[in-house]
């Protein structure tokens, strides 16, 4: 079965996401609590604010597969919705399969290494 994981929406105003980490590559088996990747959402141009509205969130995996394709590289700005990677619940199933459903993934807001070690 293939599998997409997509970048979320993480509320109304979040239009895209710029990728500051990755944890997959092609090849890379899966298990539940992998960390997929960081994002970086910048809302300034939603609304005008004295400091822009930055937040981070990283996505892990909530399911086994296995990584077969990663559609993102680190630095890459990518829409709502644009799929970032294809995993199968194989290791060796062909990719031109139509993908069945999303990835199932937990995302949580972190705090960046950079920012706390000042």
Do not use: N
Not at 23 to 47: E, F, N, Q, Y
Not at 51 to 75: D, L, N, Q, T
Not at 78 to 97: C, F, M, N, R, Y
Request: contains cysteine.
């Amino acid at each position: 079965m293939i599998l997409s994981l997509s970048m979320p929406s993480m509320g109304q105003q979040m239009t895209s996401g710029t990728v500051t980490s990755l944890g997959i590559a092609a090849g890379d088996p899966l298990k539940v609590g992998s960390k997929l990747l960081d994002v970086r959402v910048d809302l300034s141009t939603a609304a005008p604010q004295d400091c822009p509205p930055i937040f981070y969130f990283r996505m892990v995996a909530r399911e086994k597969g296995w990584v077969r394709k990663v559609a993102v590289s680190v630095g890459e700005e990518k829409s709502v919705g644009d799929v970032l990677a294809l995993i199968s619940t194989e290791p060796d199933e062909p990719l031109d399969g139509p993908v069945v459903r999303p990835l199932r993934v937990a995302s949580a807001a972190i705090v960046p290494e950079f920012e706390w070690l000042g």
